[in-house]
């Protein structure tokens, strides 16, 4: 094998795949007649050689970089002057190779291929190296574009590109793009295998299939078929035109690289729109518990990504006019007041979830968590009426839960008002229902921690809330994750853990109620009477009418244990009677 350094250009058609669906022969004759009359003739007058040609796509090594970049500028304006259906995007990058008889590989090859991938059509894309080597060199002008975070390439790269003059030329399409669903949608694009090992192949697509289906039951996202989705395996494609082509806002993308007896998979999610990454990450694991691992790369990707997609969109409304607002819109906003963790944007939430009912009467995660905003307000001590409010909350709860039989965000909502509203078995009901249809909602799982302690099941809560918070582990809620923590190590006999976890939930939100009573109530058990005192003055800061006598009617436990527990604890803690 040969080690050198190059230039490499990678070529790729514009829209190859719906060109063959709609007529394959004709794609065909003009590919053809395009290499014999454009590409190929350039090349070759460039100093060029053709390295290979995969379907609708070409490599080619150069020995002089300045040569490369007049070569593809030459290709793209004369196709932009015969305006014909075929256009390129064309990568250049200059890097170390490996030679192996007709083919080459390496990072250098890879680079360019990647580069190619977010050219404009008709345009160039070059890496940093290649742009200081043809400054003084070409009569061209190639724009700033950044540093890019190129799929399977471990570093950053600043890239520079270069567009016909006539934007017509570079923006047009072969085909109409498909029209945006009504809702966030999404591709899942088949992982690259990156080891060279065929049994990698079948788990990487295993995770992806996972993760279509885990995505397939959220009732509020549009899933692109897998079907649909690994028409595009294998190959160097350019993000904006999969959104264009499959008519989707976010593609979410990876690989799997196995080293020894270690498998390391990287994900990424992107925006199509404007190819702006919005989350990337990494997960290690043992070729040995393969299956294990395929199941939490699946749970943690899903997991993590949900958050991330749900403050996407909610970003996306802030730029639109409340005149042009759907009931999508207004839940996302609505959703973004309740996360705000204040009165007054809790006020507003209410009012942005019913106005999404009213503009769609069936709306049941609108129903749920306009009722869960409810219970915001009596966690925060907002409450001003509780009788009302709990009456109120409990109407769009059953409604929530009756309109939403498959929706797990409506279902959790609902169990979770339920529950801390006096109906601790229907709620918990609800609540195992919710998380069997998406096992991947993270404050399910931690809120579905309140109805398990109230009847009687303590030793799953701190379970329901650790798997909440390395689902999501920078979500907004943690706080409350860890309230519900402290509730599970309480009623476990755990009080050092208990007050611990209780005392950092108070630290990230001194305003929550649940963390000062487990707080104060496990202090107090422990015989720290100065800090169970403390807690005991944040309670009645937060809500000044809470006592002994009315302590279940803002934290129930129908299971005598717990209850008598509960009471013992905050009773020597000094809560009045």
């Known amino acids: 094998m040969e080690r050198r350094l190059a230039a490499i250009l990678a070529a790729d058609v514009v829209g190859y795949s719906k060109m063959m669906a709609e007529d394959e022969v004709a794609t065909l004759t003009l590919l053809k007649g395009h290499r014999a009359e454009v590409f190929d003739p350039k090349v070759h007058e460039h100093g060029g050689r053709i390295i290979k040609l995969m379907g609708d796509g070409t490599l080619v090594e150069f020995p002089s970089i300045v040569d490369a970049v007049k070569c593809a500028l030459a290709i793209q304006m004369a196709q932009a002057e015969s305006q014909g259906k075929i256009r390129l995007r064309i990568g250049i990058n200059l890097g170390d190779i490996i030679s192996d008889g007709e083919d080459i590989y390496g990072d250098g090859v890879n680079i360019a291929a990647r580069l190619e991938a977010i050219a404009e059509p008709g345009g160039i894309c070059v890496s940093e190296q290649v742009h200081q080597n043809i400054r003084a060199n070409i009569n061209a002008e190639f724009s700033d574009m950044g540093e890019r975070i190129l799929k399977n390439i471990d570093h950053p ?20 793009p498909l029209k945006l669903p009504d809702k966030p949608s999404i591709a899942v694009l088949p992982f690259d295998n990156m080891s060279g090992d065929p049994e990698q192949e079948y788990f990487a697509d295993g995770i992806v299939e996972d993760i279509i289906t885990a995505f397939s039951r959220m009732k509020w996202l549009f899933v692109i078929a897998r079907n649909s989705s690994f028409t595009y395996k294998g190959r160097a494609v350019d993000i904006k035109q999969v959104g264009r ?28 729109s404007n190819g702006t990454h919005i989350w990337a990450d990494r997960f290690d694991g043992e070729v040995e518990d393969i299956f294990d691992l395929q199941d939490r790369v699946t749970q943690n990707v899903v997991g993590t990504i949900l958050p991330k997609l749900e403050q996407a969109e909610i970003d996306r409304t802030k730029h639109k006019s409340t005149e042009s607002l759907d009931a999508y819109d207004y839940y996302l906003r609505g959703v973004a007041e309740f996360n705000r963790f204040e009165e007054e944007a809790n006020g507003r939430a209410i009012e942005f979830f019913m106005r999404a009912i009213e503009l769609d009467p069936d709306y049941a995660a609108a129903y749920g968590m306009a009722a869960r905003s409810h219970v915001q307000r009596k966690g925060f001590g907002w409450i001003a009426d509780l009788a009302k409010e709990k009456a109120e909350a409990l109407r ?17 909502a609902a169990g979770f008002t339920m529950s801390l509203f006096g109906e601790v078995e229907d709620g918990d009901v609800f609540m195992d229902q919710a998380i069997s249809r998406n096992s991947n909602i993270a404050w399910a799982w931690h809120v579905s921690g309140m109805s398990k302690a109230a009847i009687g099941q303590p030793e799953i809560v701190v379970k329901h809330a650790e798997h909440a918070m390395r689902l999501s582990p920078q979500d907004p809620q943690q706080f409350a994750m860890k309230a519900m923590a402290a509730i599970g190590y309480y009623f476990t006999d755990q009080f050092e853990e208990a007050y611990k976890w209780a005392d950092g ?28 005192s403390r807690a ?42």
């Open 396 to 412: 769009l709860a059953r409604i929530a839960a009756r309109l939403g039989k498959d929706d797990a965000i409506a279902l959790a």
């Open 245 to 272: 082509e499959l008519g989707v806002r976010y593609v979410l993308e990876g690989s799997v690289r196995k080293s020894g007896n270690r498998i390391r998979i990287t994900g990424q999610l992107i925006d199509t």
């Open 505 to 532: 939930a108070m630290r990230e939100q001194p305003r929550f109620l649940l963390s000062s009573c487990v707080a104060a109530a496990s202090a107090a058990i422990l015989g720290r009477e100065s800090d169970a």
């Open 157 to 176: 790269v600043n890239v520079w590109g270069w567009a016909p003059e006539d934007e017509s030329l570079a923006k047009a399409e072969v085909s109409e």
């Open 536 to 577: 005991v003055e944040r309670m009645l800061a937060i809500n000044p009418d809470m006592r002994m006598s009315n302590l279940d009617d803002w934290f129930l436990f129908k299971s005598e244990r717990e209850h008598d527990l509960w009471h013992e604890g905050l009773r020597k803690a000094g809560l009045p009677e």
